[in-house]
Each structure stands twice: as structure tokens, then as C-alpha cells.
């Protein structure tokens, strides 16, 4: 049907509200697709950082379990596998780590032999973590249990336990507890209705927050989830069902123990489209109603009113339209306003601009506010003593934070195009710039490298660098952002630290030296004064005193020998302590030594009183034992059980009376060796056996 050519004023008004109105339409329905763009954008970075900071704390927390299990297997009661030690041990580190679920060690055929908590015959064998340690000797990732010791869920990671030749005796394992995965996501503060989800290598759930029955721990995650995530690079984002039926944007991360190897961990985070894209939906929605609104009162103004004054002004009103199609956001009709006519049809027009420019005004906020944020960052990084660097994917700055002119005295902008070893002290080549070019082949991130450095005045100083990997939204690789600290006066105070202790070390060794060459001169004096002495009682009694002048010189004499300063092994002074008895060959003296010595080591308060005690016990077995015999045996046994030490001291000789009392004696010696192990805070015993006489000394470690 054709329009007649010439369409009355009513007509021709309405099809001019309709065309000022249509290109007001097109631009909030244009605005409303670009923030939806926007914020999709907004929302799968938001996500991908979520990821990332999840992946980043779980990484530190392994770091952690790392660094403990490194330091256990280290320790001698755990390397000698010392079963009541190992427990004690680890139920004290359990009550400190409560992240935690058990600490234990098993043996080379996975049988636990030591946990922090109770267990009773649980073998191991199966489980990855085990395998793995045992297959490659270094530290492992499980995937997800029940633990058979505490019956909770957990995620494994073990170590093996080596001996001194570097053998695997056993595997450290450490359990972390599943639940502190919760306390990660409420520290996020996602948008309503976002989710975490942590799986292991298996695609298994190990972590779903909020909680859902639907999602259990322990199971297999929606299957397409793990394929997107499994068939991805180290991270990426996709968008699909959930498997509680709502569409999310995801973002994911892996976590592995190394470059080369697999993924034991994934973090996905999902953001549901409702929640990302509920801003545009309600800022379209209210647009639109407005526009009609506005549509709906300037056609009735159009219907209604006519005439030639209406007529004059059309063009006017039509013009303004047209500029506001245009972008021109600031154009006004001119018009009065009015209630009525086209006063009124002027005003919504002039509304309707005013509204759309508001919106522009608030979109011009939200950048600023981004520009804002943006010099936030630049001002942190200014007040920070470290400068902050990025590097391009061949390993060449792009930027250098200013800071570095109080670090290292260069100009940041000299600096760019050069590449970190540039400004290599000389020697250094083999630190940072093989770890960056290491590093930049396997995409991995550098932590803490120490390298020394040429300033710009050619001093050398000390930097710790740490740095990620950063990707463009392909996933490709685009280079490195780190930091730089300078640790130059740590270094060396750390340095003087040491030489100072070795220092000390070096003194204290000289001073026990000192002290046993002083007790052996004393020692030689009392022998030259013997040669003066006729009295068969005092020449006993110098020797009796030599003696024993000789065993405490001993203590010293094993200490300035001993690795440490502050503790001795008790054997080994008791078989250095027998041949100054009783003669480098006991056989020429027609007597027979049975040694059974464990490898106990003690405090120097307490080496002292013990040696002078087990120096008395062995004087009176040969003075009394052996009296008017040609020969004789002595049998000595060392044990430490849960930290009693026991030395128990016989011979093959009458043995002792019946009702024999050592507190009772009446002689020095028996005094002497009553009231020394009352200062160990420990007790004398005697009696006889089959053989003869039994000593026996017990005294707590």
C-alpha cells in the first residue's frame, strides 16, 4: 500500500517521534552488547586471576609440606628410622599444623612404622604417593584418599628416606587435610553464585565450594568440565553447564611439581552467567523502559496536537534527533518546554539525550576510576625499596620501574631493549641468565635467584629476583614480570654471621683443649708426687684422684674432638676411657672386656658426672673383683630406651654380700658414686648375676 503523498500533520508527526526515537533504540541496544562484551571480559579475567591466586597458595602450601618433609628426613632419629622418637616427633608437629591431616614413615615395603597418630598394621604400598617416591627418589604428590590412619579425607605428598649412603630405608609421607581448601575460597569474594572446584590428576574432587550434595568429595567432576580442562594448557577458560545445571564462565589452572612434570592438582573457578551478565541485562532493561516511555508520550503528543506551529518546529525537533543519532549526546532542541504540544515532545527529547548522556558520564566514571586503580599500582610500586621489571618473550626489558636508579643507578629507560645478563657481575654468568633462559624454555616461574650484579658505578651487588610467566589471552607465551630486591647488606651480614661462628667454634674447641691439657698436668703433677710417697693408702689415694682427674680431662678431650660443642657420645668415651684404665691391651693383664655399647650421645653436665661414675664402678671392679686372680672379665652394656640412658657394669668376680646397699658404703669411692648419680638425677643399683657383680647406673638423658 502506498503512502499518500502528502501525509497530514498528525501522520508526519508521528513518523518523526519514530525516526528521533529509533536511533536513541539502536544506541542503548549497542551500548547494552558493549558492556555485556565488557563485562564478560571483566569476568573471565576476574576469574583467571581467582585461578591463578588458588593455584599460587596451594603451590606455597606444597612449598611448605617440601621444605618439612626435606627437613625430617634429615633429622638422625628419623634417618635411623627411630620408631618412639619419629612418633613423638610427628604428634608434635601434627598438633602445630593443624593443615595437617597425619605425619608418618613407612618402611621399603609400605608398612607404617611411625605416625602422629595411633595405627595399628596399615601397609601403604598401593597408594601413588609411595609409588612414586620410591620409583623416583624425590618428592611426590598423591591424589585423593582416605587416609587409613585418621579415616578423613586427605591429599598425600611423600619423600623418601635416605641413610648415609644414600640408600631408600623408608618414605616420609604428609597428609594435608582437604578442608583448608575451604578457607581459600571464602578469602576470594566472588560474586554470588561463583563456585571452586580442586580435583586431582584424576579428575576427582577434591575441593567444591559452595557445598552441594550433588558435588561430593571423592568423585569424578562433570566429564566435560575435565576434558576441557585436561586437553588445556596450564590454564585456560571455557564456558558450559555445570554439573548443577548453571551455565558458568570458567577459568582454570594447573598445579604441578615441576616443569617436566604432570598436573597433581587443577583449580577451576566458574562464574555464573546470570550473575556477569545481570548488570547489562537491568541497565538495557531499565533503558528500554525509559526510551518507550519517552516513545510512548511524544507519539501522543504527536496524535493529538497539529498544525502549522507544531509543523514549524518539526524541523527543528527532527534535526535534534538526527544529531543525537550521531553520537552528538550533547544536542538540544531548543524548544520551550511545555506540558502540552510540542513544548512536550521538545522536553522528552531533550530528556531522553540527557539520560543517554548520563550514561556516557557514568561509563566516563567507571574508566576513571580504572585510571585511578591503575596509578594506585604505579604508586605502590614507587613506595617499595624493589623495582618491578618486565621482559618481552626473548628475554629483553619492556619496562623498569623507576626504583632501580636507587638500586642499581640506572636510567629505566637505558635500560630497555637489554636483557637481565647485561649487568651480570663477572663469574655470574652461570646464575640468572641461565635460570632466565632455563626458565623461559619450560615457561616456568623463577623464585628467590641470588646472582650479583655490576652497578652503574661498577659496584658489585647482591640481588634476589623472583618472576612469572605472563600469556596474552592465545595463551602464548609474551615474557616474564618479576621483582628485584637488593639483599647485598643480608648477604653479608650472614656471611660475617658465620665466619663469626665458626670463629667461636674454633675458641670454644681451644678452650676445652686447654682445659684437658690443664686436668693432665695436674694429672702429671700428682704422678711426680707419688714417687714421694711410701704410705701404701696414699699412694691408693694419688692414684685413685689421677684417676679420676683423668676421666673428666676425657670429657674435654672427646668434645674438642666431637662435631659438637655441647653434647658427647657416651660410647665412644667409654672405649677411649677403658685402654687409660687398664692398659691399651687388656690381654697382657689377663683380662677379658665384653663391649655392648649402643650409640648414645649426652649433654657435657651430664658427660662429666657420668664418666667420673663409670670410672669408679670399673676402679672398684679391678681393685676388689680381681683381687689374688690371675685374670678376669668385665662385661659393659650401654642402652637409651625413651630417654633413659643405662650402663650396667659386671664382672666374674665373689660378687657382692647379701644385704649390699651402694648408699650404705662406707668407702669414697661408693660415695662418690652414689652422690654423681644423684646429680644425673638418676639412681645406682647393685646386685650379683651368675657371674658376679652387677653395677648399674640409669640416669634420664
Not at 221 to 239: C, L, N, T, Y
Not at 451 to 456: D, F, K, T, V
Not at 585 to 603: S, Y
Amino acid at each position: 500500500m502506498k503512502l499518500p503523498r502528502t501525509p497530514s500533520i498528525r501522520m508526519g508527526l508521528v513518523l518523526v517521534t519514530l525516526l528521533a526515537v529509533l536511533p536513541a533504540l539502536a544506541l542503548q541496544l549497542y551500548d547494552g552488547l558493549r558492556q555485556r562484551r565488557h563485562l564478560v571480559t571483566d569476568a573471565v579475567n576476574e576469574a583467571r586471576r581467582a585461578a591463578a591466586a588458588m593455584a599460587q597458595t596451594q603451590a606455597s602450601l606444597t612449598e611448605s609440606t617440601r621444605l618439612l618433609l626435606t627437613t625430617l628426613t634429615a633429622m638422625p632419629e628419623v634417618k635411623r628410622l627411630d620408631v618412639p622418637a619419629c612418633g613423638s616427633l610427628f604428634a608434635s608437629l601434627l598438633n602445630r599444623n593443624p593443615v595437617y591431616v597425619n605425619i608418618l614413615a613407612v618402611n621399603r615395603q609400605g608398612d607404617i612404622l611411625a605416625s602422629g597418630l595411633p595405627y595399628g598394621r596399615v601397609n601403604l604400598a598401593d597408594r601413588k604417593h609411595f609409588i612414586e617416591a620410591m620409583a623416583t627418589g624425590g618428592f611426590s604428590a598423591g591424589e585423593y584418599i582416605i587416609s587409613r590412619t585418621a579415616y578423613d579425607p586427605a591429599f598425600p605428598f611423600s619423600l623418601p628416606i635416605t641413610d648415609d649412603d644414600g640408600r631408600i630405608v623408608g618414605v616420609l609421607t604428609a597428609a594435608v587435610r582437604l578442608t583448608t581448601f575451604d578457607d581459600f575460597f571464602d578469602q576470594l569474594a566472588l560474586p554470588a553464585g561463583s563456585m571452586l572446584g580442586i580435583t586431582d590428576h584424576n579428575g576427582i574432587r577434591l575441593s567444591y565450594r559452595p557445598k552441594n550434595p550433588a558435588n561430593p568429595l571423592g568423585a569424578p567432576i562433570k566429564e566435560a568440565v575435565w576434558r576441557e580442562m585436561e586437553a588445556g594448557g596450564e590454564s585456560g577458560v571455557f564456558h558450559q553447564p555445570g554439573s548443577d545445571g548453571h551455565s558458568r564462565y570458567y577459568a582454570f589452572q594447573k598445579l604441578s611439581l615441576g616443569p617436566d612434570r604432570p598436573p597433581y592438582m587443577y583449580f577451576v573457578i566458574g562464574l555464573p552467567d546470570a550473575t556477569v551478565l545481570a548488570p547489562a541485562r537491568d541497565a538495557l532493561r531499565r533503558n528500554l523502559l525509559l526510551l518507550a516511555a519517552c516513545a510512548g508520550l511524544a507519539l501522543s503528543v504527536a496524535w493529538f496536537l497539529g498544525g502549522a506551529v507544531i509543523g514549524k518546529r518539526l524541523d527543528r525537533i527532527a534535526a535534534t534527533a538526527d544529531r543525537i543519532g550521531q553520537g552528538d549526546l550533547a544536542a538540544r532542541t531548543g524548544v520551550p518546554h511545555g506540558d502540552t504540544g510540542i513544548g512536550r515532545v521538545a522536553k522528552t527529547l531533550d530528556l531522553m539525550a540527557s539520560l543517554l548522556s548520563a550514561n556516557d558520564a557514568a561509563r566516563d566514571q567507571a574508566l576513571a576510576a580504572l585510571r585511578q586503580s591503575q596509578e594506585r599500582l604505579v604508586h605502590i610500586a614507587a613506595s617499595m625499596a624493589d623495582w618491578i621489571w618486565e621482559t618481552d618473550a626473548d628475554g629483553r626489558y619492556v619496562y623498569v620501574s623507576p626504583k632501580i636508579r636507587q638500586g642499581l643507578g640506572y636510567d629505566p629507560v637505558s635500560l630497555l631493549g637489554k636483557h637481565p645478563g647485561d649487568f651480570l657481575a663477572p663469574g655470574e654468568e652461570d646464575t640468572l641468565g641461565h635460570s632466565l633462559a632455563r626458565a623461559g624454555k619450560d615457561r616456568g616461574p623463577i623464585h628467590e635467584r641470588i646472582s650479583w650484579r655490576l652497578a652503574s658505578d661498577g659496584a658489585r651487588r647482591c640481588i634476589m629476583t623472583s618472576a612469572v610467566p605472563w600469556h596474552d589471552e592465545t595463551g602464548r607465551f609474551q615474557g616474564y614480570r618479576g621483582v628485584d630486591k637488593d639483599v647485598t647488606e643480608r648477604v653479608r651480614a650472614e656471611r660475617e654471621l658465620r665466619d663469626s661462628l665458626a670463629e667461636k667454634d674454633i675458641l670454644l674447641k681451644e678452650i676445652h683443649h686447654r682445659v684437658k691439657n690443664n686436668l693432665q698436668i695436674i694429672s702429671g703433677l700428682l704422678y711426680l708426687q707419688e714417687e714421694k710417697v711410701r704410705d701404701p693408702e696414699a699412694l691408693e689415694t694419688f692414684r685413685e684422684s689421677r684417676s679420676r682427674i683423668a676421666s673428666m680431662a676425657l670429657v674435654h678431650e672427646e668434645l674438642y674432638r666431637s662435631a659438637s660443642l655441647s653434647r658427647i657420645r657416651l660410647d665412644d668415651y667409654i672405649r677411649d676411657l677403658l685402654p687409660r684404665l687398664f692398659g691399651p691391651d687388656p690381654q697382657k693383664t689377663n683380662l677379658t672386656i665384653d663391649n655392648r655399647l649402643e650409640a648414645v650421645d649426652v649433654a657435657i653436665e651430664k658427660a662429666v658426672p657420668a664418666g667420673l661414675a663409670i670410672n669408679e664402678i670399673l676402679t672398684n671392679a679391678f681393685k676388689h673383683a680381681f683381687r689374688g686372680r690371675p685374670s678376669g672379665s668385665l662385661r659393659l652394656r650401654l642402652t637409651e630406651r625413651d630417654g633413659l640412658v643405662t650402663v650396667a657394669i659386671g664382672d666374674d668376680g665373689p660378687g657382692l654380700p647379701p644385704d649390699f646397699r651402694p648408699e650404705e658404703g662406707e668407702t669414697l669411692g661408693l660415695r662418690l658414686i652414689v652422690n654423681l648419680a644423684r646429680q644425673l638425677g638418676g639412681e645406682i643399683t647393685a646386685a650379683n648375676d651368675a657371674e658376679g657383680a652387677v653395677f648399674t647406673l640409669a640416669f634420664p638423658k
